[in-house]
Protein backbone atom coordinates (compact mmCIF):
# COMPACT_ATOMS: atom_id res chain seq x y z
CA UNK A 1 0.00 0.00 0.00
CA UNK A 2 1.08 3.37 -0.96
CA UNK A 3 1.79 5.51 2.45
CA UNK A 4 3.38 8.69 0.87
CA UNK A 5 4.22 9.66 -2.13
CA UNK A 6 6.31 13.25 -3.17
CA UNK A 7 6.78 14.48 -6.72
CA UNK A 8 8.84 17.73 -8.30
CA UNK A 9 9.68 19.09 -10.98
CA UNK A 10 6.94 17.15 -12.87
CA UNK A 11 4.48 19.30 -15.11
CA UNK A 12 3.19 22.09 -13.16
CA UNK A 13 4.16 20.42 -9.91
CA UNK A 14 6.77 22.15 -8.40
CA UNK A 15 6.71 19.90 -4.84
CA UNK A 16 3.74 18.53 -3.61
CA UNK A 17 3.53 15.62 -1.22
CA UNK A 18 0.69 12.78 -1.15
CA UNK A 19 -0.13 11.67 2.22
CA UNK A 20 -1.96 8.69 1.65
CA UNK A 21 -4.31 6.26 3.63
CA UNK A 22 -6.09 3.12 3.25
CA UNK A 23 -9.53 3.00 1.59
CA UNK A 24 -10.61 5.50 -0.56
CA UNK A 25 -8.85 8.83 -1.62
CA UNK A 26 -10.28 11.00 -4.23
CA UNK A 27 -7.47 13.93 -5.67
CA UNK A 28 -9.92 17.41 -7.02
CA UNK A 29 -8.53 20.35 -8.09
CA UNK A 30 -9.37 23.28 -10.67
CA UNK A 31 -9.01 22.46 -13.99
CA UNK A 32 -5.06 22.72 -15.21
CA UNK A 33 -4.23 22.51 -11.34
CA UNK A 34 -2.23 19.56 -12.06
CA UNK A 35 -4.19 16.81 -11.01
CA UNK A 36 -3.32 14.02 -13.78
CA UNK A 37 0.12 14.67 -12.76
CA UNK A 38 -0.62 13.02 -9.83
CA UNK A 39 -1.24 10.10 -11.94
CA UNK A 40 1.63 10.45 -14.24
CA UNK A 41 3.82 11.06 -11.26
CA UNK A 42 2.74 7.21 -9.71
CA UNK A 43 2.92 5.98 -13.59
CA UNK A 44 6.91 6.97 -13.54
CA UNK A 45 7.06 5.93 -10.27
CA UNK A 46 6.25 1.96 -11.40
CA UNK A 47 8.03 2.11 -14.50
CA UNK A 48 6.07 4.08 -16.99
CA UNK A 49 7.55 6.25 -20.08
CA UNK A 50 9.60 8.51 -19.39
CA UNK A 51 8.78 11.74 -21.28
CA UNK A 52 11.53 14.83 -20.83
CA UNK A 53 8.80 16.98 -21.92
CA UNK A 54 6.83 16.42 -18.68
CA UNK A 55 9.53 17.90 -16.68
CA UNK A 56 9.01 21.36 -15.13
CA UNK A 57 9.87 23.99 -17.39
CA UNK A 58 13.30 25.55 -15.46
CA UNK A 59 13.78 22.62 -13.67
CA UNK A 60 16.44 20.29 -14.18
CA UNK A 61 14.66 16.73 -13.92
CA UNK A 62 11.36 15.07 -12.58
CA UNK A 63 11.61 13.18 -9.11
CA UNK A 64 8.47 11.07 -7.66
CA UNK A 65 9.44 9.14 -4.83
CA UNK A 66 7.24 6.82 -3.04
CA UNK A 67 6.68 5.38 0.12
CA UNK A 68 4.81 1.53 0.65
CA UNK A 69 4.01 -1.02 2.94
CA UNK A 70 5.35 -4.85 1.81
CA UNK A 71 4.43 -7.89 3.39
CA UNK A 72 7.08 -9.50 4.61
CA UNK A 73 8.55 -12.80 2.41
CA UNK A 74 6.02 -11.36 -0.15
CA UNK A 75 7.01 -12.03 -3.67
CA UNK A 76 7.82 -7.74 -3.72
CA UNK A 77 9.67 -8.22 -1.08
CA UNK A 78 11.96 -11.03 -2.03
CA UNK A 79 12.50 -9.38 -5.14
CA UNK A 80 14.05 -6.17 -3.58
CA UNK A 81 16.28 -8.26 -1.31
CA UNK A 82 17.46 -9.89 -4.50
CA UNK A 83 18.09 -6.75 -6.43
CA UNK A 84 20.05 -5.65 -3.02
CA UNK A 85 17.69 -3.22 -2.28
CA UNK A 86 16.79 -3.27 2.05
CA UNK A 87 13.11 -2.98 3.45
CA UNK A 88 12.74 -0.97 6.74
CA UNK A 89 10.45 -2.46 9.30
CA UNK A 90 7.99 -3.40 6.09
CA UNK A 91 9.02 -0.47 4.50
CA UNK A 92 10.11 0.21 0.80
CA UNK A 93 11.17 3.48 -0.46
CA UNK A 94 11.05 4.06 -4.58
CA UNK A 95 12.25 6.99 -6.54
CA UNK A 96 12.34 7.72 -10.65
CA UNK A 97 14.09 10.74 -11.89
CA UNK A 98 13.54 12.17 -15.59
CA UNK A 99 16.53 14.62 -16.63
CA UNK A 100 15.30 17.15 -18.93
CA UNK A 101 17.61 15.74 -21.28
CA UNK A 102 15.79 12.69 -21.65
CA UNK A 103 17.87 10.32 -18.86
CA UNK A 104 15.94 7.65 -16.46
CA UNK A 105 17.10 6.71 -12.95
CA UNK A 106 15.19 4.57 -10.62
CA UNK A 107 16.41 3.41 -7.31
CA UNK A 108 14.58 0.36 -4.78
CA UNK A 109 15.06 0.51 -1.32
CA UNK A 110 17.92 2.27 -1.17
CA UNK A 111 19.74 0.81 -4.06
CA UNK A 112 19.81 1.76 -7.90
CA UNK A 113 17.76 -0.67 -10.01
CA UNK A 114 16.81 -0.68 -13.71
CA UNK A 115 13.42 0.55 -14.34
CA UNK A 116 12.58 -2.69 -15.99
CA UNK A 117 12.21 -3.89 -12.70
CA UNK A 118 9.99 -1.26 -11.37
CA UNK A 119 7.77 -2.16 -14.13
CA UNK A 120 7.98 -5.81 -12.86
CA UNK A 121 7.26 -5.00 -9.63
CA UNK A 122 3.72 -2.87 -10.35
CA UNK A 123 2.19 -5.92 -11.44
CA UNK A 124 1.88 -6.70 -7.90
CA UNK A 125 2.06 -3.30 -6.48
CA UNK A 126 -0.42 -0.88 -8.24
CA UNK A 127 -3.11 -1.51 -11.44
CA UNK A 128 -3.24 2.27 -12.85
CA UNK A 129 -6.34 3.02 -15.12
CA UNK A 130 -5.59 6.41 -16.59
CA UNK A 131 -6.91 8.18 -19.85
CA UNK A 132 -4.02 6.84 -21.55
CA UNK A 133 -1.99 4.38 -19.28
CA UNK A 134 -4.28 1.34 -18.98
CA UNK A 135 -1.99 -1.62 -17.65
CA UNK A 136 -2.22 -4.70 -15.90
CA UNK A 137 -5.93 -6.10 -16.97
CA UNK A 138 -5.07 -5.23 -20.70
CA UNK A 139 -2.75 -7.89 -20.45
CA UNK A 140 -3.79 -11.47 -21.39
CA UNK A 141 -1.88 -13.23 -19.28
CA UNK A 142 -3.59 -10.95 -16.28
CA UNK A 143 -7.29 -11.52 -17.53
CA UNK A 144 -6.45 -15.51 -18.16
CA UNK A 145 -5.15 -15.64 -14.19
CA UNK A 146 -7.96 -12.75 -12.91
CA UNK A 147 -10.51 -15.04 -14.99
CA UNK A 148 -9.24 -18.05 -12.57
CA UNK A 149 -8.99 -16.72 -9.47
CA UNK A 150 -12.89 -15.52 -10.40
CA UNK A 151 -13.69 -19.08 -10.94
CA UNK A 152 -13.17 -20.08 -7.46
CA UNK A 153 -12.08 -22.96 -5.66
CA UNK A 154 -13.03 -25.46 -8.17
CA UNK A 155 -11.03 -24.41 -10.90
CA UNK A 156 -8.42 -24.01 -8.52
CA UNK A 157 -7.62 -27.22 -7.65
CA UNK A 158 -8.01 -28.93 -10.81
CA UNK A 159 -4.99 -25.91 -12.01
CA UNK A 160 -2.92 -27.41 -9.22
CA UNK A 161 -3.37 -31.35 -10.40
CA UNK A 162 -3.09 -29.80 -14.39
CA UNK A 163 0.00 -27.91 -13.17
CA UNK A 164 1.73 -31.12 -11.75
CA UNK A 165 0.71 -33.17 -14.49
CA UNK A 166 2.30 -30.48 -16.95
CA UNK A 167 5.79 -30.15 -14.83
CA UNK A 168 6.49 -34.07 -14.85
CA UNK A 169 5.36 -34.45 -18.92
CA UNK A 170 7.26 -31.80 -19.66
CA UNK A 171 10.65 -33.40 -17.27
CA UNK A 172 9.50 -37.02 -19.26
CA UNK A 173 9.08 -35.38 -22.68
CA UNK A 174 13.13 -33.70 -22.33
CA UNK A 175 14.25 -36.74 -21.09
CA UNK A 176 12.39 -39.31 -23.54
CA UNK A 177 13.74 -36.74 -26.73
CA UNK A 178 17.54 -36.88 -24.97
CA UNK A 179 17.75 -40.35 -25.09
CA UNK A 180 15.82 -40.25 -28.47
CA UNK A 181 18.11 -38.05 -30.30
CA UNK A 182 21.37 -39.47 -28.39
CA UNK A 183 20.23 -43.09 -30.38
CA UNK A 184 23.05 -42.75 -32.71
CA UNK A 185 25.55 -42.25 -30.27
CA UNK A 186 24.43 -44.34 -27.73
CA UNK A 187 24.75 -46.96 -30.17
CA UNK A 188 28.47 -46.11 -31.24
CA UNK A 189 29.15 -45.98 -27.74
CA UNK A 190 27.75 -49.40 -27.02
CA UNK A 191 29.57 -50.60 -29.99
CA UNK A 192 32.91 -49.42 -28.96
CA UNK A 193 32.28 -50.28 -25.53
CA UNK A 194 31.02 -53.96 -26.94
CA UNK A 195 34.38 -54.59 -28.49
CA UNK A 196 36.78 -53.56 -25.88
CA UNK A 197 35.00 -55.91 -23.23
CA UNK A 198 34.78 -58.64 -26.09
CA UNK A 199 38.88 -57.83 -26.61
CA UNK A 200 39.61 -58.24 -23.15
CA UNK A 201 37.70 -61.15 -22.42
CA UNK A 202 38.88 -63.26 -25.04
CA UNK A 203 42.71 -61.99 -23.76
CA UNK A 204 41.98 -63.25 -20.38
CA UNK A 205 44.31 -61.35 -18.51
CA UNK A 206 45.36 -62.00 -15.05
CA UNK A 207 46.75 -59.43 -12.73
CA UNK A 208 50.32 -58.94 -12.60
CA UNK A 209 50.85 -60.78 -15.37
CA UNK A 210 52.71 -58.48 -17.77
CA UNK A 211 55.33 -57.82 -14.95
CA UNK A 212 55.92 -61.76 -14.86
CA UNK A 213 56.10 -62.07 -18.34
CA UNK A 214 58.67 -59.28 -18.41
CA UNK A 215 60.92 -61.33 -15.97
CA UNK A 216 60.54 -64.15 -17.83
CA UNK A 217 61.20 -63.07 -20.79
CA UNK A 218 64.19 -61.25 -20.14
CA UNK A 219 65.79 -64.51 -18.27
CA UNK A 220 64.66 -67.14 -21.26
CA UNK A 221 66.71 -64.07 -23.27
CA UNK A 222 69.86 -64.41 -21.55
CA UNK A 223 69.35 -67.90 -20.86
CA UNK A 224 73.39 -68.86 -21.92
CA UNK A 225 75.07 -66.33 -20.65
CA UNK A 226 73.24 -67.30 -17.23
CA UNK A 227 73.80 -70.43 -17.41
CA UNK A 228 77.84 -69.64 -18.08
CA UNK A 229 77.62 -67.48 -15.05
CA UNK A 230 76.41 -69.90 -12.65
CA UNK A 231 79.03 -72.54 -13.52
CA UNK A 232 81.67 -69.82 -13.69
CA UNK A 233 80.25 -68.93 -9.79
CA UNK A 234 79.72 -72.45 -8.78
CA UNK A 235 83.80 -73.64 -10.18
CA UNK A 236 85.13 -70.84 -8.26
CA UNK A 237 83.18 -71.76 -5.23
CA UNK A 238 83.44 -75.37 -5.36
CA UNK A 239 86.11 -76.48 -8.01
CA UNK A 240 86.51 -78.05 -11.16
CA UNK A 241 86.43 -81.98 -10.50
CA UNK A 242 87.67 -82.04 -14.31
CA UNK A 243 90.52 -79.40 -14.22
CA UNK A 244 94.28 -80.20 -13.05
CA UNK A 245 94.75 -77.93 -10.46
CA UNK A 246 91.84 -77.74 -7.63
CA UNK A 247 92.08 -73.79 -6.65
CA UNK A 248 88.64 -72.93 -5.55
CA UNK A 249 87.27 -71.21 -2.12
CA UNK A 250 86.12 -74.07 -0.77
CA UNK A 251 89.46 -75.79 -0.56
CA UNK A 252 91.17 -72.34 0.52
CA UNK A 253 88.46 -72.59 3.36
CA UNK A 254 89.38 -75.94 4.11
CA UNK A 255 93.14 -75.50 4.34
CA UNK A 256 92.17 -72.10 6.77
CA UNK A 257 89.68 -73.86 9.07
CA UNK A 258 92.63 -77.00 9.48
CA UNK A 259 95.20 -74.57 10.53
CA UNK A 260 93.32 -72.65 13.46
CA UNK A 261 91.53 -75.94 14.53
CA UNK A 262 95.01 -77.19 16.38
CA UNK A 263 95.66 -73.88 18.31
CA UNK A 264 91.78 -72.32 18.84
CA UNK A 265 91.70 -73.80 22.17
CA UNK A 266 94.73 -71.68 23.48
CA UNK A 267 92.97 -67.99 22.73
CA UNK A 268 89.37 -67.13 22.60
CA UNK A 269 89.27 -64.32 20.22
CA UNK A 270 90.92 -66.83 17.63
CA UNK A 271 88.18 -69.61 18.57
CA UNK A 272 85.80 -66.85 17.33
CA UNK A 273 87.45 -66.47 14.41
CA UNK A 274 87.72 -70.11 13.67
CA UNK A 275 83.79 -70.31 14.35
CA UNK A 276 83.16 -67.94 12.04
CA UNK A 277 85.32 -69.24 9.35
CA UNK A 278 83.05 -72.28 10.04
CA UNK A 279 80.05 -70.17 9.00
CA UNK A 280 81.57 -68.85 6.33
CA UNK A 281 82.19 -72.27 4.73
CA UNK A 282 78.58 -73.45 5.26
CA UNK A 283 77.48 -70.43 3.36
CA UNK A 284 79.86 -71.16 0.53
CA UNK A 285 78.88 -74.29 0.39
CA UNK A 286 75.05 -73.75 0.52
CA UNK A 287 75.55 -71.33 -2.88
CA UNK A 288 77.66 -73.42 -4.40
CA UNK A 289 74.76 -76.09 -4.89
CA UNK A 290 72.37 -73.73 -5.73
CA UNK A 291 74.82 -72.27 -8.43
CA UNK A 292 74.93 -76.19 -9.38
CA UNK A 293 71.39 -76.69 -9.24
CA UNK A 294 70.12 -73.26 -11.19
CA UNK A 295 72.75 -74.33 -14.27
CA UNK A 296 71.54 -77.18 -14.57
CA UNK A 297 67.81 -75.51 -14.32
CA UNK A 298 68.52 -72.70 -16.82
CA UNK A 299 67.45 -73.94 -20.61
CA UNK A 300 67.25 -71.85 -23.57
CA UNK A 301 63.73 -72.52 -24.85
CA UNK A 302 62.95 -70.83 -27.85
CA UNK A 303 59.59 -71.82 -28.62
CA UNK A 304 59.00 -70.41 -24.79
CA UNK A 305 60.49 -67.41 -25.64
CA UNK A 306 58.55 -67.09 -29.03
CA UNK A 307 55.45 -67.98 -26.63
CA UNK A 308 56.02 -64.99 -24.24
CA UNK A 309 56.56 -62.47 -26.27
CA UNK A 310 53.60 -63.34 -28.21
CA UNK A 311 51.55 -62.96 -24.81
CA UNK A 312 53.17 -60.02 -23.93
CA UNK A 313 52.48 -58.11 -27.66
CA UNK A 314 48.80 -59.19 -26.75
CA UNK A 315 48.83 -57.58 -23.15
CA UNK A 316 50.78 -54.19 -24.85
CA UNK A 317 48.06 -53.70 -27.27
CA UNK A 318 45.70 -53.65 -24.44
CA UNK A 319 47.31 -51.25 -22.43
CA UNK A 320 47.70 -49.13 -25.48
CA UNK A 321 43.97 -48.76 -25.68
CA UNK A 322 42.30 -49.34 -22.18
CA UNK A 323 45.24 -48.60 -19.55
CA UNK A 324 48.62 -48.71 -18.62
CA UNK A 325 48.72 -51.48 -16.45
CA UNK A 326 46.69 -55.20 -16.81
CA UNK A 327 45.16 -53.66 -13.38
CA UNK A 328 44.23 -50.82 -15.41
CA UNK A 329 42.70 -52.76 -18.38
CA UNK A 330 40.87 -55.15 -16.11
CA UNK A 331 39.63 -52.01 -14.55
CA UNK A 332 37.90 -50.47 -17.45
CA UNK A 333 36.73 -53.58 -18.65
CA UNK A 334 34.57 -53.61 -15.40
CA UNK A 335 33.61 -50.11 -16.00
CA UNK A 336 32.72 -50.57 -19.44
CA UNK A 337 30.30 -53.49 -18.89
CA UNK A 338 28.72 -51.55 -16.34
CA UNK A 339 28.30 -48.76 -18.46
CA UNK A 340 27.29 -50.91 -21.60
CA UNK A 341 24.52 -52.55 -19.25
CA UNK A 342 22.86 -48.70 -18.83
CA UNK A 343 23.28 -48.38 -22.57
CA UNK A 344 21.29 -51.33 -23.57
CA UNK A 345 18.82 -50.36 -20.61
CA UNK A 346 17.96 -47.17 -22.78
CA UNK A 347 15.86 -48.78 -25.24
CA UNK A 348 13.74 -50.39 -21.94
CA UNK A 349 14.00 -46.58 -20.46
CA UNK A 350 12.40 -45.10 -23.66
CA UNK A 351 9.67 -47.17 -23.98
CA UNK A 352 9.05 -46.72 -20.31
CA UNK A 353 9.04 -42.91 -20.93
CA UNK A 354 7.03 -43.42 -24.13
CA UNK A 355 4.44 -45.25 -22.22
CA UNK A 356 4.74 -42.51 -19.06
CA UNK A 357 4.66 -39.60 -21.68
CA UNK A 358 1.21 -41.02 -22.97
CA UNK A 359 0.02 -41.64 -19.78
CA UNK A 360 0.53 -38.25 -18.59
CA UNK A 361 -0.81 -36.15 -21.84
CA UNK A 362 -4.00 -38.34 -21.32
CA UNK A 363 -4.48 -37.30 -18.11
CA UNK A 364 -2.92 -33.56 -19.17
CA UNK A 365 -5.56 -33.58 -21.38
CA UNK A 366 -8.91 -34.29 -19.34
CA UNK A 367 -7.93 -31.80 -16.55
CA UNK A 368 -7.41 -29.09 -20.14
CA UNK A 369 -10.82 -30.11 -20.77
CA UNK A 370 -12.25 -29.45 -16.72
CA UNK A 371 -10.22 -25.82 -16.69
CA UNK A 372 -12.10 -24.91 -20.33
CA UNK A 373 -15.15 -26.03 -18.95
CA UNK A 374 -14.98 -24.36 -15.73
CA UNK A 375 -13.51 -21.28 -17.37
CA UNK A 376 -16.19 -21.00 -19.74
CA UNK A 377 -18.76 -20.93 -17.33
CA UNK A 378 -16.92 -18.59 -14.95
CA UNK A 379 -16.10 -16.47 -18.12
CA UNK A 380 -20.41 -15.99 -18.76
CA UNK A 381 -21.11 -15.14 -15.17
CA UNK A 382 -18.20 -12.50 -14.76
CA UNK A 383 -19.43 -11.12 -18.37
CA UNK A 384 -22.96 -11.20 -17.56
CA UNK A 385 -21.52 -9.20 -14.11
CA UNK A 386 -19.82 -6.95 -15.58
CA UNK A 387 -22.11 -5.69 -17.93
CA UNK A 388 -24.48 -4.94 -15.10
CA UNK A 389 -22.01 -2.69 -13.49
CA UNK A 390 -21.64 -0.69 -16.42
CA UNK A 391 -25.58 -0.35 -17.21
CA UNK A 392 -25.13 1.75 -13.71
CA UNK A 393 -22.22 3.25 -15.09
CA UNK A 394 -23.94 5.74 -17.94
CA UNK A 395 -22.88 2.41 -20.20
CA UNK A 396 -26.35 0.87 -20.73
CA UNK A 397 -25.54 -0.73 -24.30
CA UNK A 398 -22.46 -1.83 -23.61
CA UNK A 399 -21.46 -5.20 -23.21
CA UNK A 400 -18.36 -7.42 -21.94
CA UNK A 401 -17.55 -11.29 -23.39
CA UNK A 402 -15.24 -13.28 -22.56
CA UNK A 403 -13.22 -14.98 -25.02
CA UNK A 404 -11.87 -18.36 -24.46
CA UNK A 405 -9.74 -20.21 -27.26
CA UNK A 406 -8.83 -23.30 -27.12
CA UNK A 407 -5.83 -24.94 -28.67
CA UNK A 408 -4.33 -28.15 -29.36
CA UNK A 409 -0.82 -27.53 -27.66
CA UNK A 410 -0.63 -27.50 -23.73
CA UNK A 411 0.92 -24.82 -21.57
CA UNK A 412 1.56 -23.90 -17.81
CA UNK A 413 -2.13 -23.28 -17.62
CA UNK A 414 -4.02 -25.61 -19.62
CA UNK A 415 -4.89 -25.13 -23.76
CA UNK A 416 -7.08 -21.76 -23.35
CA UNK A 417 -6.20 -18.01 -24.13
CA UNK A 418 -8.59 -15.95 -22.61
CA UNK A 419 -9.30 -12.21 -23.66
CA UNK A 420 -12.04 -9.74 -22.16
CA UNK A 421 -14.00 -8.35 -24.90
CA UNK A 422 -16.10 -5.09 -25.27
CA UNK A 423 -18.74 -3.91 -27.54
CA UNK A 424 -19.97 -0.39 -26.71
CA UNK A 425 -23.18 -0.67 -28.08
CA UNK A 426 -25.15 -3.34 -29.87
CA UNK A 427 -24.48 -2.81 -33.24
CA UNK A 428 -20.58 -2.83 -32.91
CA UNK A 429 -18.63 -5.68 -32.64
CA UNK A 430 -16.96 -7.23 -29.65
CA UNK A 431 -13.73 -6.15 -29.68
CA UNK A 432 -10.29 -6.12 -27.30
CA UNK A 433 -10.98 -3.72 -24.17
CA UNK A 434 -8.43 -1.44 -25.35
CA UNK A 435 -9.83 -0.94 -29.07
CA UNK A 436 -13.40 -1.12 -28.10
CA UNK A 437 -13.49 1.90 -26.08
CA UNK A 438 -12.37 6.09 -25.30
CA UNK A 439 -10.26 6.72 -22.61
CA UNK A 440 -13.16 7.72 -20.56
CA UNK A 441 -15.51 4.75 -21.11
CA UNK A 442 -12.32 2.30 -20.70
CA UNK A 443 -11.58 3.92 -17.32
CA UNK A 444 -15.23 2.78 -16.68
CA UNK A 445 -15.16 -0.63 -17.87
CA UNK A 446 -11.86 -1.11 -15.65
CA UNK A 447 -13.55 -0.09 -12.91
CA UNK A 448 -16.75 -2.57 -13.65
CA UNK A 449 -14.20 -4.86 -14.41
CA UNK A 450 -12.22 -4.35 -11.01
CA UNK A 451 -15.36 -4.39 -9.05
CA UNK A 452 -16.18 -7.77 -10.01
CA UNK A 453 -12.87 -9.07 -9.83
CA UNK A 454 -12.88 -7.86 -6.45
CA UNK A 455 -10.64 -9.75 -4.33
CA UNK A 456 -10.09 -12.55 -6.81
CA UNK A 457 -7.40 -10.52 -8.30
CA UNK A 458 -5.49 -8.98 -4.87
CA UNK A 459 -3.17 -5.64 -6.01
CA UNK A 460 -2.96 -3.48 -3.10
CA UNK A 461 -3.65 -0.04 -4.85
CA UNK A 462 -6.22 0.92 -7.69
CA UNK A 463 -5.25 4.38 -9.06
CA UNK A 464 -8.35 5.91 -11.81
CA UNK A 465 -7.83 8.51 -13.77
CA UNK A 466 -10.72 10.59 -15.28
CA UNK A 467 -12.88 7.09 -14.21
CA UNK A 468 -16.13 9.57 -14.22
CA UNK A 469 -15.01 11.57 -17.73
CA UNK A 470 -18.86 11.99 -19.57
CA UNK A 471 -20.73 10.81 -17.07
CA UNK A 472 -22.91 12.86 -14.41
CA UNK A 473 -25.95 12.30 -11.90
CA UNK A 474 -27.30 9.41 -10.82
CA UNK A 475 -24.34 7.54 -12.59
CA UNK A 476 -22.01 9.64 -11.45
CA UNK A 477 -23.33 8.73 -7.62
CA UNK A 478 -22.85 4.81 -8.76
CA UNK A 479 -19.13 5.31 -10.04
CA UNK A 480 -18.77 6.93 -6.77
CA UNK A 481 -20.31 4.15 -4.82
CA UNK A 482 -18.58 1.11 -6.69
CA UNK A 483 -15.51 2.93 -5.94
CA UNK A 484 -16.23 2.65 -2.43
CA UNK A 485 -16.62 -0.68 -2.61
CA UNK A 486 -13.92 -1.67 -4.17
CA UNK A 487 -11.60 0.48 -1.33
CA UNK A 488 -13.48 -2.32 0.90
CA UNK A 489 -10.88 -4.86 -0.24
CA UNK A 490 -7.95 -2.55 -1.42
CA UNK A 491 -6.09 1.38 -1.78
CA UNK A 492 -8.23 3.23 -4.13
CA UNK A 493 -7.02 6.68 -5.16
CA UNK A 494 -8.87 8.27 -7.61
CA UNK A 495 -8.39 11.61 -9.56
CA UNK A 496 -11.97 13.14 -10.48
CA UNK A 497 -14.23 16.37 -11.28
CA UNK A 498 -17.26 14.76 -9.92
CA UNK A 499 -18.29 15.96 -6.80
CA UNK A 500 -21.04 13.08 -6.51
CA UNK A 501 -17.97 10.49 -6.78
CA UNK A 502 -15.38 12.89 -4.15
CA UNK A 503 -18.22 12.59 -1.40
CA UNK A 504 -17.50 9.02 -1.15
CA UNK A 505 -13.97 8.99 -0.22
CA UNK A 506 -12.21 8.75 3.01
CA UNK A 507 -9.77 10.98 2.51
CA UNK A 508 -9.67 13.88 0.28
CA UNK A 509 -7.16 15.73 -1.30
CA UNK A 510 -7.10 18.46 -3.55
CA UNK A 511 -4.74 20.44 -5.60
CA UNK A 512 -4.19 23.96 -5.92
CA UNK A 513 -2.38 26.10 -7.88
CA UNK A 514 -1.18 29.57 -7.35
CA UNK A 515 0.05 31.67 -10.24
CA UNK A 516 2.60 34.64 -10.42
CA UNK A 517 1.98 35.47 -13.59
CA UNK A 518 5.18 33.54 -15.19
CA UNK A 519 5.06 29.71 -13.18
CA UNK A 520 2.32 28.11 -11.84
CA UNK A 521 3.22 26.06 -8.70
CA UNK A 522 0.84 23.35 -7.50
CA UNK A 523 0.85 21.82 -3.77
CA UNK A 524 -1.67 19.20 -2.38
CA UNK A 525 -3.54 19.65 0.55
CA UNK A 526 -5.48 16.98 2.69
CA UNK A 527 -8.63 18.32 3.52
CA UNK A 528 -11.15 18.08 7.16
CA UNK A 529 -14.65 18.15 6.55
CA UNK A 530 -15.20 21.70 6.34
CA UNK A 531 -12.77 21.96 3.73
CA UNK A 532 -14.41 19.04 2.14
CA UNK A 533 -17.86 21.08 1.57
CA UNK A 534 -15.97 23.79 0.42
CA UNK A 535 -14.19 22.00 -2.04
CA UNK A 536 -17.38 20.01 -2.89
CA UNK A 537 -19.24 23.12 -3.41
CA UNK A 538 -16.43 24.69 -5.60
CA UNK A 539 -17.51 21.53 -7.84
CA UNK A 540 -20.64 21.61 -7.70
CA UNK A 541 -21.69 25.51 -8.42
CA UNK A 542 -18.45 26.85 -9.06
CA UNK A 543 -18.51 28.59 -5.80
CA UNK A 544 -16.53 27.56 -2.32
CA UNK A 545 -19.54 30.29 -0.37
CA UNK A 546 -22.29 28.97 -2.39
CA UNK A 547 -25.33 28.53 0.51
CA UNK A 548 -27.09 26.36 -1.75
CA UNK A 549 -23.65 24.63 -3.43
CA UNK A 550 -22.46 24.13 0.38
CA UNK A 551 -26.06 22.66 1.46
CA UNK A 552 -25.64 19.64 -1.45
CA UNK A 553 -21.99 19.28 -0.44
CA UNK A 554 -23.16 18.56 2.89
CA UNK A 555 -25.87 16.63 1.27
CA UNK A 556 -23.51 14.21 -0.66
CA UNK A 557 -21.53 14.08 2.29
CA UNK A 558 -24.20 12.26 4.67
CA UNK A 559 -25.47 10.19 1.28
CA UNK A 560 -22.07 8.97 1.22
CA UNK A 561 -21.49 8.48 4.32
CA UNK A 562 -24.70 6.49 5.19
CA UNK A 563 -24.18 4.30 2.12
CA UNK A 564 -20.53 3.12 3.50
CA UNK A 565 -21.95 2.10 6.54
Known sequence: MLEEVRIQGLGVIDDAVLELSPGFTVVTGETGAGKTMVVTGLGLLFGGRADPQRVRPGAQRAVVEGRLTVEAGSRVAQRVEEAGGELDDGVLIVSRSVSAEGRSRASLGGRSAPVSL?????DDLVAVHGQSDQQRLLRTDRQRAALDRYAGEGLS??????????????EVEAELAEL???AR?????ADLLRFGVEEIAAAEPRPGEDAELLAEETRLAHADALRLAATTAHQALAGDPAGDVEVDVTALLAGARQALSGVRQHDAALASLADRLDEVSYVISDAATELASYAESVDADPMRLAAVQERRAVLAQLTRKYGDTVEDVLAWAEDAAKRLTE???DDERIEALTVEEERLRERMTELADQLTATRTAAAERFGAAVTEELTALAMPHARVTVRIRTGEGFGPHGRDDVELLLAPHPSAPALPLHKGASGGELSRVMLAIEVVFAGADP???????????GVGGKAAVEIGRRLARLARRAQVIVVTHLPQVAAFADAHLVVEKSNDGMVTESGVTRLDRAGRVRELSRMLAGMEDSELGR?????????????RA
Open 118 to 122: LAYLA
Open 157 to 170: TTLAAYTAAYRKHQ
Open 180 to 182: TTR
Open 185 to 189: ERAQE
Open 343 to 345: LEG
Open 459 to 469: VPTFVFDEVDA
Open 551 to 563: AHAEELLTLAAAD
